[in-house]
């Protein structure tokens, strides 16, 4: 199975500030990685896929990087609607496996 | 809109049995997976298998089988996933969620969810 490890576990940022979360797999998954973003008691929403490519309707403040095993999400201008939890998963092989989370904090 | 409808949520007693509906609508049933996605309380996500309603097809997490059966109905553009022999460790939102696939398998993203169901196992 493809492990999925991201970092930081949690960060506190404040509104405007420039925020990036880092997703790695055990083994290379090309680009098959997408980030999904869930609010409390929410269901996940699809925020980019394909490892970069921005899902219809997300703010354009929210970007993705990265192939291979290493990826990066980066919010560029922290919104208050922004504060939640975000996941990467990876859709190379089953089975499809998500990181553990990154929960986004107000400072 | 493509919307997927989960059924309401259950209490179950250690040892039953679960059966969790999600009809589709505003999309062509037979042309996208899909997926059944676990959340315990306070938890992270865990992809639990899939099914192609095209041709039933499914792949299921190894730590499920045995467990888990996953079917459609595609007369109502519904798809079931059924859990047996319930632990406590059951207790979760379970999501259902839209994908495509194409002959190498599931490698898309899952672009719409059901609205969750909570099941709870408790004695």
């Known amino acids: 199975d493809i492990q999925m490890t991201q970092s930081p576990s949690s960060l506190s940022a404040s509104v405007g500030d420039r925020v990036t979360i880092t997703c790695r797999a055990s083994q290379s998954i090309s680009r098959y990685l997408n980030w999904y973003q869930q609010k409390p008691g929410k269901v996940p929403k699809l925020l980019i896929y394909a490892a970069s490519s921005l899902q219809s309707g997300v703010p354009s403040r929210f970007s993705g990087r990265g192939s291979g095993t290493d990826f990066t999400l980066t919010i560029s201008s922290l919104q208050p609607e922004d504060f939640a939890t975000y996941y990467c998963q990876q859709s190379y092989s089953t089975p499809l496996t998500f990181g553990g989370g990154t929960k986004v904090e107000i400072k | 809109q493509v919307q997927l409808v989960q059924s309401g949520a259950e209490v179950k007693k250690p040892g039953a049995s679960v059966k969790v509906s999600c009809k589709a609508s505003g999309y062509t049933f037979t042309t996208y997976g899909i997926c059944w996605v676990r959340q315990a309380p306070g938890q992270g996500l865990e992809w639990m298998g899939w099914?192609?309603?095209?041709?039933?097809?499914?792949n299921y997490a190894q730590n499920l089988q045995g467990r888990v059966t996953m079917s459609t109905d595609t007369s109502t553009s519904t798809a079931y996933m059924d859990l047996r022999s319930l632990r406590s460790d059951d207790t979760a939102v379970y999501y259902c969620?839209?994908?495509?696939?194409?002959?190498?398998?599931?490698?898309?993203?899952?672009?719409?969810w059901g609205q969750g169901t909570l099941v709870t196992v408790s004695s």
């Open positions: 969620a839209r994908h495509y696939y194409d002959d190498r398998g599931p490698q898309y993203p899952f672009d719409y």
């Open positions: 099914i192609s309603p095209y041709n039933g097809n499914t």
